[in-house]
């Protein structure tokens, strides 16, 4: 187990194309650090760096207290869970197991216990003499999990290893991960692009957009205060509602409906706005904008509303009873209203002193 | 099972579906049987399909079998007049022959160093032209190149490095105090007959392995590359079990060649030369034949060649394969 400190990383391929660019990222002894971004990103070669099957051009990667840019990534002390599982598939489930501890030399009774541990903690032990293509996805992928856990390396490093699996095991195995990261307490790195997993996985998340660093944080934090509108759009489902304002003194002009803010307006002028589907409510009185419904998800426990205020789309998140007519009233409190720099998507943090309260909606499936 | 949606069948899709209940499996057992019959509308025809392929299975295989193994009980005459009965007496007099057994002996000792040779250093190849990155395509091309030049003239050239008078190889070895004779020399031209072989046949090991290198998939290696520091121990104990079903093709297919194959080299190097050369089993029954007018002789010689591969497959498949992993 070891902290592990990724210091101005860069990747520039042969070519000269920039994958990714001066990475600063500190992650702690046990910590679960989940990056997520659209494919493309550089997630996945940030943390193929770490492991190193990518070399790193730039900047340093550090595990514990050694820098590991020239180890090889048998030394680097790191076990790895592929997408597509990579089990040796001329060896039986056991040899899977042992094969890293085999190389390392480790005594033959420590590689049983280790074995059979890790066997019985994933529910594998009636599979340990079959092959793998005898198993199925899953079994596969506890398999490859448990390649990693014998090793007891100082950190896992995850690659979409959720991606091949149907959608009810994605969760049943996503589950199962934090539990046994929890018990295990090993420092992981796991790459996603899938922002419900990553947001129930982690620790901190850490949202990559073209090669860089969007925002890193818990994920409520990043839910609640998204740091630009890359981030705003991306965590949270249904997507954060973008629309183009604009803000005379203390109200918002969206569109030609108005929306007074009691003093919450940072700035003025052009602004993007933020508003979560779930914070958005429907209002009777003629205050509210006028929304006009175009056709509705239903999900069961919710309905979603996707229209236009104006000329710009909305999604609005309702119960599952709500009554939906074509042409309604929306309203938002203020505290909940995400201002972002019209120009350059970033955060413009609302002026008013009291911190917005805790917003009680979670993020939605 | 294709063939039954062409044909109208009410119900059909329905039970498909598993609506048919109990009359789904006796539908589908009739269905099959109606499949056989629409394809072909007479009995016959399926057989007039395959004839080609018979006839051309017998008359160069089977024929000519039972005709080598009826003549090998009969002591032909030279010149076509008569033969007769002497049962094993051939087969007695090629076994029990010295010449016979040292040329089995050579035999076996030439396949297995241009099966070995050949494979190795195609695997050797394969595996360096697997990791080049700069200019991969044309290296590979090169390499491969020699396989798409035609077999007579690849022997040839080869030949032409051996050649007594203007071969390269042979002014080089001159200097290091070997004066080759090939031709001449049993060794000198053993090395040449083997040079040649395995020179022939890497570019065809090449190609197999090269792409079977490439079936393994990346994630696999990298999985190794995490597990296991030692890049040649990743090679013996990942890579190598992988290309298992590659090599054992090729194993066959080597064995093949230099036991059958390498006539066409062995004839260009020992024709009109000096008696004492090393040939192998098929260039004797070749020569006792067709140059000896040895026919019973020869004959004899060829069904002990072909109880020899027959045993040979055997032991491939039996005991080869059951050990390689197919994914």
Redesign the interface.
Known sequence: MAAIDISSVGKIYNGGVRAVSDINLDIKDGEFIVLVGPSGCGKSTLLRMV???EAISEGTVKIGDRVVNQV????RD???V?????????MTVRQNLE??LK?RKTPKAEIDARVNEAARMLEITQYLDRKP?ALSGGQRQRVAMG?AIVRKPAAFLFDEPLSNLDAKLRVSMRGEIKRLQRRIGTTSIYVTHDQLEAMTLADRLVVLNGGQIEQVGSPLDVYHTPASTFVASFIGSPAMNLVKAELQSDRLAIGSSQISLNGYAPTSGAVTVGLRAEDLRVVSSAEGMPFTVEYVEELGSQRLAHGLVGDQAVTIALSGEAEITNDMRIAIDPSKLHFFDAETGKRLEASVPAKAPAAVAEPVA | MAYTTSQPQPGGFLSRLGFGGKARSKKTAVAAEEMKRVQFTSPVLPYLFLFPQLAVIFIFFYWPSVQAVSSSFYLEDPFGFGSTFVGLSNYTDVIFSSEYQSIALFTAVFTVLVTFLSLSLGLLLAVKADRVIRGASTYKTLLIAIYAIAAPVSGLIGMMIFDQHVGPFVKMMSYFGWHMQVGLNYYDTAFAMTVVAVWKQIPYNFIFFLSGLQNVPVSVREAAMIDCRSGMRRFWTVILPLLAPTAFFLLTINVTYALFDTFGIIDVMVKDKPANNPVTLVYKVYADGFRGNDIGGSSAQSVILMIVVFVLTIFQFRFIERRVHYN
């Open positions: 492991a190193g099957l090889e990534p048998a030394d790191i076990a790895m592929f997408q597509n599982y990579a089990l040796y598939p001329h094969y890293g190389n293509r390649r």
